[in-house]
């Protein structure tokens, strides 16, 4: 995202979120891959779970969660309990976490993303699908008929890294949202 404000020279800056106060500053937040058991239980020991949950049902954050963040933002997680991943749920969508297999963890694939003109190169590290998606709920781009990117009202759920390819146009959808 910093690359973004720097390339493209659009007002914005990027803050890092590590405590609840600093989301005060923010109008749109990223949860990023990782692992989503880790991340959650770190945002509800930090109490920015609770903060994020308040920002959401306020309607005053955008989201963009990739990977694990995708993971954080659904509604239903197929493949494990409540108690270990506990979700943000803002997004009527069902996902699976690491979808693709152990042949196939990592890889890198073009998508047709909606809106794009050209097809976007997504790289996909342990990715979770999203399985299902409510009515108020967009597909995006699917990957071997599996959905993959998702959109719902100020949400944008990813199962693929953008930040690890050059090309800044997922970011700069996600700023539209805002
Ligand atoms: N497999 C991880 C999870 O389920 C996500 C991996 C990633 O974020 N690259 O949380």
């Known amino acids: 995202m910093m690359r973004f404000f720097k390339e493209t020279k659009t007002k914005g800056s990027v803050n890092l979120i590590r405590q609840k106060p600093d989301l005060d500053k923010v109008d749109a937040l990223i949860i990023p891959g990782g692992e989503s058991t880790t991340i959650s239980r770190t945002l509800v020991r930090s109490g920015l779970f609770e903060t994020i949950r308040n920002r959401i049902s306020d309607d005053t954050l955008a989201i963009m969660g990739t990977c694990a963040g995708c993971v954080l933002l659904a509604k239903t997680i197929t493949d494990t309990t409540k108690?270990?991943?506990?979700?943000?749920?803002?997004?009527?969508?069902?996902?699976?976490?690491?979808?693709?297999?152990?042949?196939?963890?990592?890889?890198?694939?073009?998508?047709?993303?909606?809106?794009?003109?050209?097809?976007?190169?997504?790289?996909?590290?342990?990715?979770?699908?999203?399985?299902?998606?409510?009515?108020?709920?967009?597909?995006?781009?699917?990957?071997?008929?599996?959905?993959?990117?998702?959109?719902?009202?100020?949400?944008?759920?990813?199962?693929?890294?953008?930040?690890?390819?050059?090309?800044?146009?997922?970011?700069?959808?996600?700023?539209?949202?805002?």
């Open 83 to 178: 108690e270990r991943v506990t979700s943000l749920e803002a997004m009527d969508i069902e996902v699976q976490r690491n979808a693709f297999g152990r042949q196939k963890e990592s890889f890198e694939h073009t998508l047709n993303f909606h809106g794009f003109s050209n097809p976007y190169t997504a790289v996909f590290i342990r990715a979770p699908v999203i399985t299902k998606v409510g009515r108020d709920c967009e597909v995006l781009a699917k990957f071997d008929k599996k959905i993959v990117a998702a959109r719902q009202h100020r949400f944008l759920a990813l199962s693929f890294h953008p930040e690890l390819t050059t090309d800044l146009r997922v970011h700069e959808y996600f700023l539209e949202m805002i």
